[in-house]
C-alpha cells in the first residue's frame, strides 16, 4: 500500500535535482550556508528556528530532521519544545490579530 | 600460535567496507607510537549502561588476574615510552586489586587515568556491598586522573542512557570528588568528563558542549571539572542491539559512513593505544577488544601482555572493520574526545 510522507523518503531529498540540477545545486549549496553553519546565530539557534518552522508549516520530513540536528547541535528537550511553542503562539497570535480585520468590517456593518 | 588466536584472524565480513574507503582515499593508519596501555581490569559493573560497548553489568565476573596485572605492570616499567595506563571496566575500582594496581603503577610514574562512572562512590561492590565511598580521597591522594561519563548536564538524557537515578547519584559524586580538590583551578587535579548522545546521532561540537556543561553544572549545581570529551556511540554490542531493535541500524551506519573525515581517520587512538582485556589479550582499541578482534603482529601472531615485545607491536597493522566509521565520523572520537 502506498503512503504519503514515508520517513525513508527523507533520503530522497537530493533526487530533486533529477530534472533541474543546476537550480537544486544552487539550493542546496544556500541551504548548506544558512544551516551548516555558525554565523551570527550558532548552528543550534538555526537548528531551533528550523524545528519551529517544521512544526509550523507541518513538515513530518523536516520535523525528523531538525530533531536530530538539534541534538547534534547540543540542544536538549526543554529548547526543542519551547521553540516549538513559539511556532504555536505565533500561529495563534496570526490567527487572532485578524480579528482586528473582522472588528474593523464588524464596524462597517453595524449601525 | 593457539586455535582460540587463529580463530579471531578470519576476517569479519564488512558491508560498509571501512578498509575499502581508505584504500580508495590513500590512507594508511599504520600505529605511530604505544604511549598508552588501556587495561580493561574487569567486565563487573554497578550500572547497566543502555549503550554500553562492554555488555557491563553487576552480574558479570570478568576480572584481571594477578598475573595479568603483574604483567601489565612490569609492561609499564620496563617500556618509559609507555607512559599512561588508562585503567577501565566496567568498574575498574570493582577489581579486588584495583587500590595496589593503582598505587603501583603511580610508583612506577605513569599518568594513570581510571574511567570512573561516579555512581560507584555511591552504590558501592554490588555483589559484596563493599562502600567505595574513599574513592575521591584514594584518587587524589593517587593525583589520578578522573574520567567520568556524565551523558548530558540534565537528568531526563542521563537516565534515559544510565538508569534512574544515576544522574542525582553522578551530581553527589562529583560534589564529592570537587571536595577532594578535583576540578578545581591550580589543583592539578584532573577531572573530564565524557558527554556521548543518548541516541543514534553524532555529538554535538566539543568546544560549545563543554562551555554548556561547565556554566550549567557551575550554575545548579556549583560543581566544576576540567575538560568535556565528546564521543560517538559504536554500532556493537548493546548499543547495537538497541539499533537493530528499534530498525535503526543501517540508518545509522549511513550517517557515520556519510560523516567519514579523514582528518578523525589520522588521529584514530589505536595508532598511539593498546588494548588489554581481563584474560591478557592485546588488541588495537577497546571496542576491537569487545567484538575480538585481537591485535596481530606482522606475521598474524597473536599478541598478548605474556608475550609483549615492543616492536613488534609497534610494527603491527591495525585490525579495522566497520564499527571503526564511529571513530572516523564527524569530528572524530576517541578514548579522549574529538580528534579533528
Known amino acids: 500500500m502506498s503512503n504519503y510522507y514515508e520517513s525513508d523518503d527523507l533520503k530522497k531529498f537530493g533526487e530533486i535535482g533529477q530534472h533541474a540540477k ?4 544552487d539550493f542546496f549549496r544556500y541551504y548548506g550556508n544558512v544551516t ?8 543550534r539557534e538555526k537548528a531551533l528556528i528550523a524545528l519551529a518552522v517544521s512544526h509550523a508549516q507541518k513538515c513530518p520530513y523536516c520535523i525528523d530532521a531538525y530533531t536530530t540536528q538539534c541534538l547534534e547541535t547540543g540542544a536538549n528537550p526543554e529548547q526543542m519544545m519551547e521553540a516549538v511553542h513559539v511556532a504555536a503562539v505565533m500561529q495563534a497570535g496570526i490567527t487572532l490579530v485578524h480579528s482586528v480585520q473582522m472588528q474593523n468590517h464588524l464596524k462597517k456593518m453595524v449601525l | 600460535m593457539t586455535p582460540v588466536v587463529q580463530l579471531k584472524l578470519v576476517p569479519r565480513p564488512s558491508k560498509y567496507g571501512f578498509e575499502g574507503l581508505l584504500r580508495a582515499r590513500g590512507i594508511d593508519l599504520p600505529p605511530l607510537s604505544i604511549d598508552t596501555l588501556q587495561v580493561n581490569l574487569t567486565k563487573l559493573c554497578n550500572q547497566v549502561c543502555r549503550h554500553c560497548h562492554v555488555d557491563a553489568s553487576p552480574q558479570r565476573r570478568e576480572m584481571l588476574s594477578p598475573e595479568g596485572m603483574a604483567k601489565c605492570l612490569e609492561i609499564l616499567e620496563r617500556h618509559p615510552q609507555i607512559g599512561k595506563l588508562d585503567i577501565t571496566g566496567g568498574a575498574p575500582e570493582l577489581h579486588p586489586r584495583f587500590d595496589p594496581f593503582v598505587e603501583r603503577a603511580v610508583a612506577l610514574g605513569k599518568h594513570v587515568m581510571v574511567r570512573h562512572n561516579l555512581t560507584v562512590q555511591l552504590d558501592g561492590h554490588p555483589q559484596t556491598g563493599q562502600s567505595k565511598e574513599y574513592l ?3 584518587f587524589a591522594r593517587n593525583r589520578i586522573e578522573v574520567i567520568s561519563s556524565l551523558p548530558y548536564y540534565q537528568e531526563y538524557f542521563t537516565d534515559a542512557q544510565r538508569g534512574a537515578g544515576v544522574f542525582r547519584k553522578s551530581i553527589e559524586a562529583m560534589k564529592r570528588l570537587n571536595a577532594a580538590g578535583y576540578g578545581a583551578e591550580g589543583s592539578g587535579l584532573l577531572l573530564n568528563l565524557v558527554y556521548n548522545p543518548v541516541g ?8 560549545g558542549l563543554e562551555a554548556d556543561y561547565k556554566r550549567e553544572l557551575k550554575e545548579k549545581f556549583g560543581l566544576v571539572f576540567n ?5 560517538t556511540n559504536m554500532p556493537i554490542n548493546r548499543f547495537k542491539l538497541h539499533l537493530n531493535k528499534s530498525g535503526q541500524f543501517e540508518t545509522y551506519m549511513e550517517k557515520l559512513l556519510a560523516a567519514f573525515n579523514p582528518a578523525a581517520a589520522a588521529s584514530v587512538m589505536c595508532r598511539s593505544l593498546l588494548s588489554v582485556d581481563h584474560e591478557g589479550r592485546i588488541y588495537d582499541c577497546d571496542f576491537n577488544q569487545m567484538l575480538g578482534m585481537g591485535a596481530v603482529d606482522a606475521k598474524g601472531g597473536g599478541l598478548t601482555i605474556f608475550n609483549f615485545e615492543f616492536d613488534r607491536a609497534l610494527k603491527r597493522p591495525v585490525r579495522f572493520a566497520d564499527h571503526c566509521f564511529g571513530c572516523t565520523a ?3 572520537s576517541s578514548c579522549g574526545g574529538a580528534t579533528a
Open chain 2, 136 to 138: 575521591p580521597q584514594f
Open chain 2, 227 to 231: 575538560g568535556l570529551y565528546t564521543m
Open chain 1, 22 to 25: 543546476a537550480l537544486a545545486d
Open chain 2, 200 to 207: 543514534p546521532y553524532l555529538p554535538a561540537a566539543q568546544a
Open chain 2, 330 to 332: 564527524g569530528a572524530g
Open chain 1, 36 to 43: 551548516g553553519t555558525d554565523g551570527a546565530l550558532s548552528k
